[in-house]
Every structure is written in structure tokens, then in C-alpha cells.
């Protein structure tokens, strides 16, 4: 499973990076992402062979405000409902990201999780 607000055909710095460690991992993932609201890139096509299912949430996208990141949490686990995953990988620009993979976590202590934090968060936050 795979956490990310933003993941193309989104235009978001971020979403992009995700899809590329999609490509590059090679393996197939859910990803559990806030609803598309931008018509998009075309050239990450090649990110769709290895996505079995998306999960949308619709969320107002306030960067990391309190709410975003509660109903990001809060609609993310309704959606992944009795779902079980191996592993879970969330990464950083949006907070909101982590802490919904953290929620999962909590839910299911044998879970892998990986973290991804983002120069922007490292360095500056």
C-alpha cells in the first residue's frame, strides 16, 4: 500500500517522486491518494501498470492544516476498511501522508512500515 495526498496524473513534486519509486520497485500497489483535482500530467502513464487499485479520498487539500491531515486519517482508514497489507510506505511533502500510514500501523503492529521524509521536511520544516 502505498500513501501519498498527491500522485500523478496530479501535478505535485511530490506525487511524482512517489510514482517513479512505484516504477522503480516494479512491484504492484494500492495507492491511497486525494481525489484528482487538476487535469493532470500525461506523461506518467507508465506509473498505471503497477497500480492494482486507487483509493480516493476527497479532502479539502489546505496543506497540513489540523483537518486536512484528521480527514485525510479519518477517510483513508474508512476506505482501506478490512484490507490487510504487508507493508505500507508513506512519504513526505504532505504530513498528512505519514500520519494516516501511522494510523494503519497502530492498527496493525505487524505491518512494515516505510517512512519517506522530503528535503523540504528535512531541512526547513
Not at 498527491?6 to 520497485?25: F, L, M, N, Q, Y
Not at 502513464?45 to 492494482?52: P, R, T
Not at 511533502?93 to 521524509?117: C, D, G, I, Q, R
Amino acid at each position: 500500500m502505498v500513501v501519498s495526498f498527491k500522485v500523478p496524473p496530479d501535478e505535485d513534486i511530490s506525487g511524482i517522486v512517489v510514482a517513479k519509486r512505484i516504477i522503480v520497485d516494479g512491484s504492484p500497489v494500492d495507492v491511497l491518494h486525494n481525489g484528482l483535482d487538476s487535469d493532470g500530467l500525461t506523461d506518467f502513464d507508465a506509473v498505471e501498470e503497477f497500480i492494482n487499485e486507487r483509493l480516493y479520498t476527497s479532502v479539502d487539500a489546505k496543506r497540513d492544516s489540523v483537518d486536512c491531515i484528521f480527514d485525510f486519517m479519518t477517510q483513508g482508514m474508512d476506505l482501506i476498511g478490512e484490507k490487510e497489507y504487508d507493508e505500507i510506505y508513506s512519504r513526505s511533502w504532505y504530513m498528512s501522508n505519514h500520519y494516516l500510514a501511522l494510523e494503519y500501523k497502530l492498527a496493525h503492529p505487524n505491518v512494515k512500515w516505510t517512512a519517506e521524509f522530503s528535503d523540504p521536511v528535512l531541512l526547513n520544516m
